[in-house]
């Protein structure tokens, strides 16, 4: 069984600070991840790796160094790994990424069989969710999006597909592309043999704009339906007041007296 | 294409076991204010298998005209049907707008949607305005994990798609017993768009509380110290006749379920009051609860960034405050019910 998981290379969102004089992101020192998502991914199709036997591409679109992310995941245990890169690519929305995505595994799918496409379910810095179905749709195979666990028998996958207060078990024949919950799993660490691998001896492939049968309408800033228009850093709402109470009695009867003057008591 | 050609703003109506998901409702109150701006209707679109009956409540809460797919195959929820009606409606209605709930179907179906039609799509969005030169639709949502937020547009394609997150628009003032147009749309679905099969629905056994209706809400963060300390906070919350909620780094720490978290990969609320315990106020957090009416923040550090939305900040270990004020709001409300 063939399977390609896409990762994204993303800054790490929870260390983003925001100047508190000019309101801008600060992005110095803020380190790249492989995206949790789509880690969880990864990890998913490693153990159905271990337990049946699978060969793992690991593609990710984006800089030359999100290179970094697709070592890590051979590292982890992917057999194969392609960088889709090219700066024709560059200002693409999602509507473009997932058009370029999908021509990138049309191009990969010539060498080989692709059985199982996994993705994240979303990125951390654009939180979007939107990739993953859009490349099934480009594609046309189905996805299933929101995977707790993915199990695969013979052309069958079957996935617990989450909603806010239930689960669906589901199959699909492969063909099939699912979207993976950062939750879903922990993923392992590198390997001590794998990260010598990975830089030494395994190559990252190159997919670039000549190698994708795709329009340059419909890819990166000309290829996006949508534009920003304004970015600013988010307003709040501004302090109120603020008291430092002698004791937890006297902070106790300050919060009383305003839910009462609020008539919320 | 010819933008005069597109229309109208739709709704898509999430419906699960004949039930309309809150996020409709809140969806059909914010697009009556933008239908104003733009001088057009707004179309309710109801998928799924007998669920006609939902029509008066759409119309209660503001659907001009509701569009009507009843398929057998649309239940329950699964990509393929949902997204082939959603095409075959945006194709022949051409409307000049879509909106969806941001939730785990209509972040599902929308993409799968916006592939096909060609057309953009702006997930999660927290505030809809109409360009009032263009008259186009402005889709304001958080990026960067919520640190800043982006306004997007969809200048040269129709329909202009976006997903909304669940508890942000606020409902418009219901019309009972209001009666509007029903169209039954004839799809003509086969067995061809059963793509996958649900072989299972397990639902959540747990009576778990959904924080988005509770009206007020105790939330706990770090400074909560282990998840035993919760139960002052549940304390607290049923005297107040509220919830308790949570920030990340308690539902990251193991103490509670995810289920109450608030922010931005949590839920967005906002209760009349919202009491925030040891939450220093990452601002993932605070762009899922400043909607709040009144804030009270109670945290030990005065640099804590949740004092800058905070209407009242009281400085001080909220492990010792909790216990007293319920203590006070206990004596508070009987001498109330007394009088």
Same mark, same amino acid.
């Given at each position: 069984?063939n399977?390609?998981?896409? #990762?994204?290379?993303?800054?790490?969102t929870n260390e983003v600070k925001?100047?508190?004089k000019?309101?801008t992101?600060?992005?110095?020192?803020?380190?790249s991840?492989m995206?949790?998502d789509?880690? %969880?991914?990864?990890e %998913? %199709?490693?153990?159905?790796k271990d337990?049946?036997?699978?060969?793992?591409?690991v593609?990710?679109m984006?800089?030359?160094? @999100?290179?970094?992310?697709?070592?890590e995941?051979?590292?982890?245990? @992917?057999d194969d790994?392609y960088?889709?890169?090219d700066r024709?690519?560059?200002? @693409?929305?999602?509507?473009a990424?997932?058009?370029? /995505? &999908? %021509?990138?595994l049309?191009?990969i *799918?010539?060498?080989?069989?692709?059985?199982?496409i996994i993705?994240?379910?979303?990125? /951390?810095?654009?939180d979007? &969710?939107q990739v993953g179905?859009?490349?099934?749709?480009h594609?046309?195979?189905p996805?299933?999006s929101?995977?707790?666990? /993915?199990k695969?028998?013979?052309?069958?996958v079957?996935v617990?597909?989450?909603?806010?207060?239930r689960?669906?078990? #589901?199959?699909?024949k492969?063909p099939?592309?699912?979207?993976?919950?950062?939750?879903?799993n922990?993923?392992?660490?590198?390997?001590p043999g794998?990260?010598?691998?990975a830089?030494?001896?395994?190559e990252?492939k190159? /997919?670039?704009?000549?190698?994708?049968?795709?329009e340059?309408t419909?890819?990166g800033l000309?290829g996006?339906?949508?534009r920003?228009?304004?970015? =600013?850093?988010?307003?709040?709402? *501004?302090?109120g007041?603020?008291v430092t109470?002698? *004791? &937890?009695d006297? @902070?106790?009867d300050y919060?009383? &007296?305003?839910?009462?003057?609020? =008539?919320i008591? | 294409?010819?933008?005069?050609d597109y229309?109208?703003?739709?709704?898509?109506?999430?419906?699960?076991?004949n039930?309309?998901?809150n996020?409709?409702?809140?969806?059909?109150?914010?697009?009556k204010e933008?239908?104003?701006?733009?001088?057009t209707?707004?179309?309710?679109?109801?998928?799924?298998s007998?669920v006609s009956?939902?029509?008066?409540?759409?119309?209660?809460w503001?659907a001009?005209?509701?569009?009507v797919?009843?398929?057998?195959?649309l239940?329950?929820?699964t990509?393929? !049907?949902?997204?082939?009606?959603m095409?075959?409606?945006i194709?022949n209605?051409k409307?000049a707008?879509?909106l969806?709930?941001a939730?785990?179907?209509g972040?599902?179906?929308?993409p799968r949607?916006?592939?096909?039609?060609?057309?953009?799509?702006?997930a999660d969005?927290t505030?809809l305005?109409?360009?009032?030169?263009?008259k186009?639709?402005?889709m304001?949502?958080?990026?960067? +994990?919520?640190?800043?937020m982006a306004?997007?547009?969809?200048?040269?394609?129709?329909?202009q798609?976006?997903t909304?997150?669940?508890?942000?628009?606020?409902?418009?003032? !219901?019309q009972?017993g209001?009666?509007?147009?029903?169209?039954?749309?004839?799809v003509?679905l086969t067995?061809?768009?059963?793509?996958?099969?649900?072989?299972?629905?397990?639902?959540?056994?747990?009576?778990?509380?959904?924080?988005q209706?509770?009206k007020?809400?105790?939330?706990?963060?770090r400074g909560?110290?282990k998840?035993?300390?919760?139960?002052?906070?549940?304390?607290?919350?049923?005297v107040l006749? +509220?919830?308790?909620? $949570?920030?990340?780094a308690?539902?990251?720490a +193991?103490?509670?379920?995810?289920d109450?978290?608030?922010g931005?990969?949590g839920?967005t609320?906002?209760?009349?009051?919202?009491? $925030?315990?040891?939450?220093?106020g990452a601002?993932?957090?605070?762009?899922?609860?400043?909607?709040?009416?009144?804030i009270?923040a109670?945290?030990?550090?005065?640099?804590?960034?949740?004092?800058?939305?905070?209407?009242?900040?009281i400085?001080?270990?909220a492990?010792?405050?909790?216990?007293?004020l319920?203590a006070?709001l206990k004596e508070?409300v009987a $001498?109330?019910?007394?009088?």
């Open positions: 069984m399977i390609v998981v896409c #990762v994204k290379q993303v800054p790490n925001l100047d508190p000019t309101g992101l600060i992005r110095e020192g803020v380190p991840i995206n949790p789509d880690k %969880a991914g990864l %998913a %199709a490693l153990e159905l337990n049946t036997g699978a060969h793992i591409t593609v990710s984006g800089p030359p160094q @999100a290179d970094a992310v697709l070592r995941a051979m590292a982890m245990g @992917a790994a960088l889709v890169t024709a690519f560059c200002g @693409a929305d999602t509507l990424t997932s058009t370029t /995505i &999908a %021509a990138a049309k191009k *799918g010539k060498t080989m069989k692709i059985d199982l993705t994240g379910r979303q990125a /951390i810095d654009g979007t &969710a179905p859009q490349i099934a749709e594609l046309g195979i996805n299933v929101y995977a707790q666990d /993915i695969v028998d013979g052309d069958t079957t617990k597909r989450q909603f806010e207060d689960y669906h078990v #589901v199959k699909a492969m099939c592309l699912v979207t993976a919950l950062g939750d879903m922990k993923p392992r660490y590198m390997t794998g990260i010598f691998d830089y030494r001896e395994n990252v190159q /997919i670039t704009r000549k190698d994708l049968d795709v340059d419909q890819i000309k996006s339906p949508t920003v228009a304004q970015s =600013f850093p988010k307003q709040l709402k *501004g302090k007041t603020i109470p002698d *004791g &937890a006297a @902070a106790a919060i009383v &007296a305003r839910l009462e003057e609020k =008539f008591i | 294409m010819s933008f005069e229309k109208g703003i739709f709704v898509f109506v999430q419906q699960v076991d039930k309309v998901n996020v409709s409702f809140e969806l059909l109150g914010k697009a933008l239908a104003k701006d733009m001088e209707e707004v179309t309710a679109v109801l998928l799924g007998k009956n939902l029509c008066d409540e759409l119309a209660k503001g001009d005209k509701i569009l797919v009843d398929d057998p195959r239940e329950p929820y990509t393929e !049907p949902y997204a082939y009606c095409n075959y409606i194709k209605y409307p707008v879509v969806y709930g939730t785990a179907i972040r599902d179906l929308a949607v916006s592939a096909r039609v060609k057309t953009g799509l702006t969005c505030k305005a109409v360009d009032s030169e263009t186009g639709l402005r304001t949502r958080p990026a960067f +994990g919520g640190n800043i306004t997007i547009l969809c200048p040269d394609h129709r329909p798609m976006a909304v997150r669940p508890g942000v628009m606020k409902k418009a003032e !219901p009972a209001r009666k509007v147009p029903v169209e039954t749309v004839n003509k067995d061809a768009q059963k793509t996958v099969s649900v072989v299972d629905i397990v639902k959540n056994i747990t009576n778990k509380v959904d924080i209706s509770a007020i809400l105790v939330a706990g963060g909560m110290k998840p035993e300390n919760f139960k002052m906070l549940r304390e607290l919350a049923d006749g +509220g919830e308790v909620a $949570a920030s990340r308690a539902v990251d +193991g103490w509670v379920e995810k109450i978290q608030v931005q990969t839920k609320v906002r209760p009349k009051l919202y009491i $925030a315990c040891g939450i220093s601002i993932q957090h605070l762009a899922g609860m400043e909607e709040s009416d009144l009270i109670i945290n030990k550090d005065a640099y804590a960034p949740i004092f800058e939305v905070a209407d009242y900040g400085v001080g270990d492990l010792k405050i909790v216990p007293e319920t006070k508070a $001498a109330k019910e007394a009088v």
